[in-house]
T-cell receptor
Framework: AQSVTQLGSHVSVSEGALVLLRCNYS??????LFWYVQYPNQGLQLLLKYTSAATLVKGINGFEAEFKKSETSFHLTKPSAHMSDAAEYFC????????????FGSGTRLQVQP | NAGVTQTPKFQVLKTGQSMTLQCAQD?????MYWYRQDPGMGLRLIYY???????DKGEVPNGYNVSRLNKREFSLRLESAAPSQTSVYFC?????????????FGPGTRLTVL
């Protein structure tokens, strides 16, 4: 079985500062990894995904994430935070066998201070 | 394309009442999923359907039933609602082998059980 740990349930940054949201995973087989964003009272929107093609993955809205197998990590970064980035972010893992469902982390709520 | 749609958006039930949450998709997804979202716990899989006519339990199936009568629709039924089922429910789908398990989510149903 696979699992995801997101360190920090709340992260607060100033507008223009670096955003770093942490995600560590556990999987016995090569994983697919995802970051989803949820704006208030909305569904989940895919930010980016790792599918083994490249370890540095670029997503929408200026976000990117780097897959590090040795550290079992898939941290999400953005060089300069914008007020509109305030949302909840979920890291998720899936594998290519079995039911293919996503296993989610507990989420990180990002606040952006003016 | 409407994508993944869910009805209703909001619902308040009394303990012991029953209801069905509806989910429909026009994205030709083979697999469909029901998740529940609770604060600090991310999303947890309730049931999934790998194809029309098949369903299987996820992490937290107790108190729920599902039905996948055709490719488009996947419903979730609460036979006797309990306060512990107060949550936000998301339906999701994905298409198949080449999608790397990327899932598309509906807008959610916010359910309160009194």
């Amino acid at each position: 079985a696979q699992s995801v740990t997101q360190l920090g349930s709340h992260v607060s940054v100033s507008e223009g500062a670096l955003v770093l949201l942490r995600c560590n995973y556990s999987s016995s087989v090569p994983p697919y990894l995802f970051w989803y964003v949820q704006y208030p009272n909305q569904g989940l929107q895919l930010l980016l995904k790792y599918t083994s093609a490249a370890t540095l993955v670029k997503g929408i809205n200026g976000f990117e994430a780097e897959f590090k197998k040795s550290e079992t990590s898939f941290h999400l970064t953005k060089p300069s935070a914008h007020m509109s980035d305030a949302a909840e972010y979920f890291c998720a893992v899936s594998v290519s066998t079995g039911r293919r469902a996503l296993t989610f982390g507990s989420g990180t709520r990002l606040q952006v201070q003016p | 394309n409407a994508g993944v749609t869910q009805t209703p958006k909001f619902q308040v039930l009394k303990t012991g009442q029953s209801m069905t949450l509806q989910c429909a998709q026009d994205m030709n997804h083979n697999s469909m999923y029901w998740y529940r979202q609770d604060p600090g716990m991310g999303l947890r899989l309730i049931y999934y359907s790998a194809s029309e006519g098949t369903t299987d339990k996820g992490e937290v199936p107790n108190g729920y039933n599902v039905s996948r009568l055709n490719k488009r629709e996947f419903s979730l039924r609460l036979e006797s609602a309990a306060p512990s089922q107060t949550s936000v429910y998301f339906c999701a789908g994905h298409s198949g082998e080449s999608s790397y398990n990327e899932q598309f989510f509906g807008p959610g149903t916010r359910l309160t059980v009194l």
